[in-house]
């Protein structure tokens, strides 16, 4: 398996840059455009993604009576760069990517967070799994091992693994860091021998990967579970109109949900319900401490 280390170290370089702008974020309403682009990243390298979100484009279409394009995208770099250039103004981001484009001055708010299920709490886990014959067993066992973690802005598949290998005492200099580009590639890195450990997300690991029978669930072993993480956003840019914004938050938390759109599902969630950005205080919490060179570290 190939992973995508050039991709990896070109996404730090661009979360640095973030940072060294920080405070020259986008304006507030200066110009609404006649057009309106949702960038997603994929859970998975799934070719359905685009498919999975055209209700919910067609639904904002209707609601702020403008054209709405979905643009797939390969990284969370990229989906901050789009915010912060002004060419994205509509993103579906994980709670660390949404955490780096906003207090470094990309000019987004949130709204709506992902809820997986109708009445469900905005929130998930992350595991380090390995094969279920491997004798790793513990965090402890993985110093020196090679872990396969999916994006340096993944929270479940990055930041938050990271934090607990920190906290039992192994730095990122304590194992051999791969990054393979998306939560089930993690998984199939682990399988394939390639990573003798890998971050994944809990739904993907527990439900979309057996059932779509990439994985086996008995051919592995959870050695290390998260407590919970917030759920990730839909942020809009800044620069769009005050009204506009209020029109699509509207439409995102009464509309964006699989009852309203009459699917059986929306891109593997619910839908969204309200959010502030004070929800994702606890990711910045976890981002301090680890002290990950894209928090600041």
């Known amino acids: 398996m190939v992973f995508g280390r050039a991709r990896a170290c070109w996404a730090l370089l661009v979360a640095a840059a973030l940072v060294a702008v920080a405070g020259c974020g986008g304006g507030t309403g200066s110009g609404d455009p006649d057009k309106l682009v949702l960038g997603v990243i994929p859970y998975e390298n799934s070719s359905s993604v685009a498919d999975d979100w055209k209700p919910f484009a067609a639904m904002l279409e209707r609601e702020s009576g403008r054209p709405v394009e979905l643009t797939v995208l390969t990284d969370y770099a990229a989906l901050i760069e789009g915010q ?4 994205i103004q509509l993103a579906i981001y994980g709670p660390l990517s949404y955490v780096l484009a906003h207090d470094s001055g990309a000019g987004i708010e949130p709204l709506g967070v992902e809820i997986v299920s109708k009445g469900a709490k905005p929130e998930y886990r992350s595991y380090l799994v390995t094969k279920a014959d491997s004798p790793l067993r513990t965090l402890a066992d993985l110093r020196g091992k090679r872990i396969c973690f999916v994006d340096p802005n993944s929270t479940s598949g990055y930041l938050y693994p990271a934090a607990a290998l920190l906290a039992s ?32 997300q809990d739904r993907l690991f527990d439900h979309a990967l057996p059932a779509e029978g990439r994985i086996e669930p008995g051919g592995f072993k959870k050695i290390w579970t998260s407590g919970p993480i917030a759920n990730g956003p839909l942020a809009v840019s800044t620069r769009l109109d005050p009204e506009l914004r209020k029109t699509l ?41 680890t002290k990950v060179k894209l928090c600041g570290g």
């Open 249 to 289: 938050a509207r439409a995102v938390t009464e509309n964006g949900n699989a009852d309203a759109l009459g699917i059986p599902e929306l891109a593997g969630v619910w839908g969204f319900a309200p959010v502030s950005d004070a929800f994702y205080d606890s990711v910045r919490a976890v981002c301090k401490a």
């Open 169 to 200: 005492g192994i730095g990122a200099d304590g194992y051999i860091a791969r990054y393979a580009g998306g939560h089930d590639a993690t998984v199939l890195g682990v399988r394939d021998g390639d990573c003798d450990a890998g971050a994944v």
């Open 84 to 87: 912060r250039a002004g060419t």
